[in-house]
């Protein structure tokens, strides 16, 4: 019988590395919404603490060095503009409203037009259509925030610039020279595609009938049917700003095409958040899946998974989706929420308020979009947590 | 997890070729060692969703497991067509060593029943796993020599193939579903 001791070794072995390596637990703590709202306006809070002269935002903080980071990106700029507005739109933020305002008047600075568009980018350098999709993305918002109309003309003009860079295929180009006044030929920009998708998507939204469901439409075909082939993505890349687009859009706005995308797309934020979910900061968790994902990686998991999760309540073709989404995103808020720098640990650094809010790598670090998708993504989660179906 | 793709799975998890190159020749142990892997899988698969919930493992997650059991099983029977003999309990007591285990509860067997009961299609692999292991019981009763063990043998390796087929077909699943 002592052979049998092999076999019985090599199941018990082999089951153990399995738990190890393959299926850690994943951890989800329970979350409640008045948990995430709070997470929520730490975050924003951090971010509106950061306005600084010129309509600039605090890009980035190194706690360890007490580094405040030099660096600056207009995209960022943009995302953290529309996430405030957003806050503004969907809670009635005041304190918000008025620090994303601070940041427009940085983005009216930087606008170079040409042949009725416009495009928000740094003068000298090629204009990526991120910084401008969204730039409309935030003006959007903040319509909703506000109603009033006066900006209504640069969304317009920003969107023209997104409409400007579309190819006969639907693609967008990356960006515009101002060298040679045209799109620069063959250039795609990794997140600006899905960021222009949402911001026409949300544009016909804002103002319908003056044809901005079409380019929205024709760059959600080839999101869907060619952008992973043409763009070079060997699984389908998991596009949080696509997300959003696809439940902006609506069923009535999609095709089959559209809808086998977004169940890619499901699948992909899936696995990521279950991946996610079975990391730690220490321990076989953190030698096994490495470092935890950042708040920026947080952040996107949970807005892909809203985005869907929104589209799959309204799009019954997608509605098997909704319970697995809405358990998804309750554990990747729940993550995200227990992440966060919290008041008590912010007052142990040497710059409590540049810690309080914020999502640190393990080296010490935060950024803007840290703070930016963390906010995003949390919202997005809060109609899942107050009643919403799934 | 459909049916037929429990019953495919199941088939080049039990690898009925392979096995019989090992089973015992007698026909009643061989017999009361497939009930008692039918119960076992059958046990598997009814509580494999409250396991997974105790293991706070997503059913998603543990197809992925599974997939790569499968795998590397698979892997196992095309590179060893003839397995080692394994120790033997006297009389009926052969029912439970080998047959039952290690030779019918293998791995694959085990994260196949897990997974299908983390899925919620219970009744489906207990339904598929008894096809599957009346498949060995035909096989059993195959007259050996050295042809017939030569044909096994192939038998084996083509359902070690499809033992890592299944895996992939599994893996892909798992990478899919949300």
Redesign the interface.
């Known amino acids: 019988m002592r052979r049998l001791l092999v076999p019985v070794a090599a199941f018990v072995l082999g089951a153990l590395a399995l738990r190890v390596a393959v299926v850690p637990a994943e951890v989800c703590p329970p979350v409640e919404a008045r948990s995430v709202r709070s997470a929520a306006a730490e975050a924003a809070a951090w971010l509106e603490r950061g306005a600084r002269p010129g309509g600039l935002y605090t890009y980035g903080y190194d706690r360890k060095r007490d580094e405040v980071s030099g660096d600056y990106s207009i995209t960022r700029h943009a995302g953290v503009m529309m996430a405030l507005y957003r806050l503004a739109a969907e809670a009635g933020d005041a304190r918000a409203l008025a620090s994303a305002d601070h940041g427009l008047r940085f983005v009216r600075a930087r606008l170079v037009r040409r042949d009725g568009w416009a495009a928000f980018t740094e003068p000298a350098n090629d204009a990526g259509i991120g910084a401008s999709a969204l730039a409309v993305a935030a003006l959007v918002h903040r319509r909703l925030a506000t109603d009033d109309g006066s900006q209504d003309d640069l969304i317009r003009e920003l969107a023209r610039f997104l409409v400007a860079q579309q190819q006969p295929d639907g693609s967008v180009l990356g960006s515009w020279s101002p060298s040679t006044g045209r799109p620069v030929p063959g250039t795609y920009s990794k997140f600006g595609t899905g960021e222009a998708l949402w911001a026409l998507a949300l544009v016909d939204r804002l103002l319908p009938g003056e044809g901005w469901d079409g380019p929205a439409k024709r760059l959600a075909r080839y999101v869907a049917t060619r952008r992973d082939d043409v763009e070079g993505y060997v699984l389908t890349f998991p596009d949080h700003w696509a997300a959003y687009g696809l439940a902006e859009l609506g069923p009535s706005g999609l095709g089959e095409p559209e809808v086998a995308y977004a169940r890619r797309l499901a699948g992909i934020f899936g696995l990521n958040s279950r991946l996610e979910a079975q990391s730690g900061e220490a321990g076989l968790r953190r030698v096994m899946r490495g470092e935890p994902a950042s708040g920026a990686g947080l952040g996107t998991i949970g807005e892909g998974l809203a985005g869907l999760w929104r589209l799959s309540v309204a799009d019954p073709r997608l509605g098997d989706l909704s319970y697995d989404l809405a358990e998804r995103l309750r554990c990747t808020a729940s993550r995200t929420a227990r992440r966060q720098t919290d008041p008590g640990e912010a007052a142990g650094f040497p710059r409590p308020l540049l810690a309080r809010g914020a999502w640190f790598s393990e080296d010490g670090y935060t950024q803007m979009d840290d703070q930016q998708h963390s906010l995003s993504g949390l919202l997005a989660t809060l109609p899942v947590l107050v009643g919403g179906r799934g | 997890m459909s049916f037929g793709f429990l019953l495919v799975a199941f088939v080049a998890a039990l690898n009925p070729c392979r096995a019989r190159l090992v089973l015992p020749e007698r026909r009643a142990a061989v017999a009361l060692g497939a009930l008692i892997a039918l119960g076992t899988g059958a046990a598997l698969a009814a509580v494999g969703g409250v396991f997974l919930d105790w ?4 059913p ?3 197809r ?2 599974a997939a ?2 499968l795998g590397l099983e698979g892997a196992r029977a095309l590179l060893v067509a003839r397995p080692a003999a ?2 033997e309990l006297a009389g009926l007591g052969a029912a439970l ?2 047959v039952a ?2 030779l019918l509860l293998t ?1 694959g067997v085990v994260a196949l029943a897990i997974a299908a009961g983390g899925d919620g299609v219970e009744a489906a692999a207990i339904g598929a796993l008894a096809a599957a292991l009346l498949l060995v019981l035909l096989t059993a009763a195959l007259p050996r020599g050295t042809r017939a063990d030569a044909l096994l043998a192939a038998g084996g390796r083509l359902l070690g193939a499809t033992e890592i087929a299944a895996g992939i077909a599994l893996a892909v699943e ?5």
């Not at chain 2, 293991?55 to 997503?58: E, I, K, R």
């Not at chain 2, 798992?174 to 949300?178: E, H, K, M, N, S």
């Open positions: 293991l706070d493992v997503s998603e997650s543990f992925l497991a790569l059991v394994e120790p060593v080998p285990f290690p791995p798992a990478l899919r579903d949300v």
